[in-house]
């Protein structure tokens, strides 16, 4: 080793330590911060050039009916009334086949592109040019829960990371003062499966979803019940710092341990950033009405809406909202067995507003170039109703089958549809889009290669979509 004289260590010391903090700063706005941060790390992000870098996520619980909104189907029309006729006997979720039933909103081409949306949307119909469609997906399941652990995760058991996890742990933060990945739950219930739905599984801890509440605290016990001083709170978190460090100098390192730690001093950050970055009472009034916070019906939507872009705005990677609770009766979500109009009113009437302001506000503020924005349910609607084998009943039952979503944003072909189902929305015929599928589009979408993205577990090379999974290509602009 060649030894430092008192210049050279001088000269490092102005040097050298700048270039590490001006490295640092490099990381933080590339957002590369915490990308591969473990000792399973992959290759750095991104693995080719990312046509977006941020992700909203709208989770329908309760399964949209494809041929009441995005699939327009004029021979189910022409058949309403009459039984399905197939070579077999369709396996359903409630084991009732009732006859045919046409749709319960009218289609109409709306746009420049001419993309059929129905009524039941007709605020998003006035941004079809923006939707890219995919009408051809089919899921591995017809029960709601392990049919929604799919759709987050791409695996039907509990257990595995969800894609924000994923993309949290590949991507890294933009924000050292937020959570990469962020969770805002429908105010009248959570999920089926609850916290599973945004689980980091068996990737480091703190990649799991954290929860915000759009309405009153933002976010659990962030504050202390009572005010303290600032002396007092200063002590009280060397103190912790103190016994943590001597915890972990005598068991070692611990994954659950750290994660714990970090979000102890990521909630001290978020004390200071979490009131600005959902401060949405100082919106414009424009803005307010443009989600509908005029309207009680989709007031509570169009709050999450705009925390969400917020969210974004403020460096989150990865924003998901849920529209629909857990089942049971009433129910509050898009499960529509009984009666659909009914049901599916109710629902949209909630989100249609709000959604389609979230892409016009998204476009205008210059961010909707790199933010992916996915609309998706576990699986779709039956178009012979859940009745009697001779009954056009009100309802419809579950349809893994065939069923649509729709992405939106950075690197996609607006206006646009992929793939089919048959002449009556029953089965995906065409292009056929499995969520293995779908994860690795949305992967590729933001510059991740989905064979690369892996972590090792248990003997096994993991990743979100198993050992399946092909980028659907027709859908990129």
Same mark, same amino acid.
């Given at each position: 080793?060649?030894? +430092?004289?008192?210049?050279?260590?001088? #000269?490092?010391?102005?040097?050298?330590?700048?270039?590490?903090?001006?490295?640092?700063?490099?990381?933080?706005?590339?957002?590369?911060?915490?990308?591969? @941060?473990?000792? #399973?790390?992959?290759?750095?992000?991104?693995?080719?050039?990312?046509?977006?870098?941020?992700?909203? =996520?709208?989770?329908?619980?309760?399964?949209?009916?494809?041929?009441?909104?995005?699939?327009?189907?004029?021979?189910?029309?022409?058949?309403?009334?009459?039984?399905?006729?197939? !070579?077999?006997?369709?396996?359903?979720?409630?084991?009732?086949?009732?006859?045919?039933?046409? #749709?319960?909103? &009218?289609?109409?081409?709306?746009?420049?592109?001419?993309?059929?949306?129905?009524?039941?949307?007709?605020? $998003?119909? %006035?941004?079809?040019?923006?939707?890219?469609?995919?009408?051809?997906?089919?899921? &591995?399941?017809?029960? *709601?829960?392990?049919?929604?652990?799919?759709?987050? %995760? /791409?695996?039907?058991?509990?257990?595995?990371?969800?894609?924000? @996890?994923?993309?949290?742990?590949?991507?890294?933060?933009?924000?050292? !003062?937020?959570?990469?990945?962020?969770?805002?739950?429908?105010?009248? /219930?959570?999920?089926?499966?609850?916290?599973?739905?945004?689980?980091?599984?068996?990737?480091?801890?703190?990649?799991?979803?954290?929860?915000?509440?759009?309405?009153?605290?933002?976010?659990?016990?962030?504050?202390?019940?009572?005010?303290?001083?600032?002396? %007092?709170?200063?002590?009280?978190?060397?103190?912790?710092?103190?016994?943590?460090?001597?915890?972990?100098?005598?068991?070692?390192?611990?994954?659950?341990?750290?994660?714990?730690?970090?979000?102890?001093?990521?909630?001290?950050?978020?004390?200071?950033?979490?009131?600005?970055? +959902?401060?949405?009472?100082?919106? %414009?009034?424009?803005?307010?009405?443009?989600?509908? $916070? !005029?309207? &009680?019906?989709?007031?509570?939507?169009?709050?999450?809406?705009?925390?969400?872009?917020?969210?974004?705005?403020?460096?989150?990677?990865?924003?998901?909202?849920?529209?629909?609770?857990?089942?049971?009766?009433?129910?509050? #979500?898009?499960? /529509?067995?009984?009666?659909?109009?009914?049901? =599916?009113?109710?629902?949209?009437?909630?989100?249609?507003?709000?959604?389609?302001?979230?892409?016009?506000?998204?476009?205008?503020?210059?961010?909707?170039?790199?933010?992916?924005?996915?609309?998706?349910?576990?699986?779709?609607?039956?178009?012979?109703?859940?009745?009697?084998?001779?009954?056009?009943?009100?309802?419809?039952?579950?349809?893994?089958?065939?069923?649509?979503?729709?992405?939106?944003?950075?690197?996609?072909?607006?206006?646009?549809?992929?793939?089919?189902?048959?002449?009556?929305?029953?089965?995906?015929?065409?292009?056929?889009?499995?969520? *293995?599928?779908?994860?690795?589009?949305?992967? =590729?979408?933001?510059?991740?290669?989905?064979?690369?993205?892996?972590?090792? =577990?248990?003997?096994?090379?993991?990743? $979100?979509?198993?050992?399946?999974? *092909?980028?659907?290509?027709?859908?990129?602009?």
């Amino acid at each position: 080793m060649q030894p +430092t004289d008192r210049r050279s260590f001088l #000269n490092f010391s102005v040097r050298g330590i700048g270039s590490v903090a001006l490295a640092h700063l490099l990381l933080k706005d590339r957002g590369l911060q915490a990308a591969g @941060a473990s000792e #399973n790390a992959v290759p750095s992000w991104p693995h080719h050039r990312p046509l977006a870098t941020r992700v909203i =996520h709208i989770c329908l619980c309760g399964g949209l009916s494809q041929v009441d909104s995005f699939d327009y189907k004029p021979e189910l029309q022409r058949h309403h009334g009459r039984s399905l006729v197939s !070579d077999e006997k369709p396996d359903v979720f409630s084991g009732k086949v009732g006859l045919l039933r046409k #749709n319960d909103w &009218e289609f109409r081409q709306r746009g420049q592109s001419g993309l059929w949306v129905s009524d039941l949307f007709p605020h $998003l119909a %006035t941004v079809a040019d923006e939707l890219t469609v995919i009408r051809s997906m089919v899921a &591995e399941t017809s029960n *709601h829960t392990p049919a929604t652990f799919q759709q987050n %995760t /791409g695996f039907r058991l509990n257990g595995f990371p969800t894609a924000g @996890a994923w993309l949290s742990f590949g991507m890294g933060s933009e924000s050292e !003062d937020l959570p990469s990945y962020v969770v805002i739950p429908d105010s009248r /219930g959570q999920p089926a499966g609850d916290s599973i739905n945004w689980s980091n599984g068996f990737l480091p801890a703190h990649h799991q979803g954290t929860l915000f509440h759009s309405q009153g605290n933002p976010v659990n016990d962030l504050f202390p019940a009572r005010k303290l001083s600032t002396r %007092t709170e200063a002590a009280s978190r060397q103190l912790l710092a103190k016994l943590n460090r001597s915890h972990l100098e005598r068991s070692g390192r611990d994954d659950d341990l750290e994660a714990r730690i970090r979000s102890y001093q990521l909630a001290a950050k978020m004390q200071m950033s979490i009131p600005e970055a +959902t401060g949405i009472d100082s919106e %414009t009034e424009a803005t307010r009405i443009l989600y509908g $916070l !005029d309207r &009680e019906e989709c007031r509570d939507f169009g709050r999450s809406c705009i925390l969400a872009r917020r969210l974004l705005e403020r460096g989150v990677r990865f924003v998901q909202l849920f529209s629909g609770g857990a089942f049971g009766s009433p129910r509050i #979500n898009w499960d /529509g067995h009984e009666d659909m109009i009914r049901n =599916h009113n109710g629902e949209a009437v909630r989100i249609d507003q709000p959604v389609a302001a979230l892409l016009k506000d998204l476009r205008q503020r210059g961010l909707m170039d790199d933010t992916l924005v996915m609309f998706t349910s576990e699986f779709g609607r039956t178009p012979f109703t859940e009745s009697a084998a001779d009954v056009v009943g009100k309802g419809r039952d579950h349809n893994q089958y065939g069923f649509s979503v729709w992405l939106a944003g950075g690197g996609l072909r607006g206006g646009y549809a992929h793939g089919s189902t048959d002449e009556v929305g029953w089965k995906s015929v065409e292009d056929i889009v499995t969520w *293995h599928d779908f994860h690795a589009t949305v992967l =590729h979408i933001l510059g991740i290669d989905h064979e690369r993205l892996t972590f090792y =577990h248990n003997g096994i090379e993991r990743r $979100l979509t198993n050992v399946h999974g *092909h980028v659907v290509q027709d859908i990129l602009a």
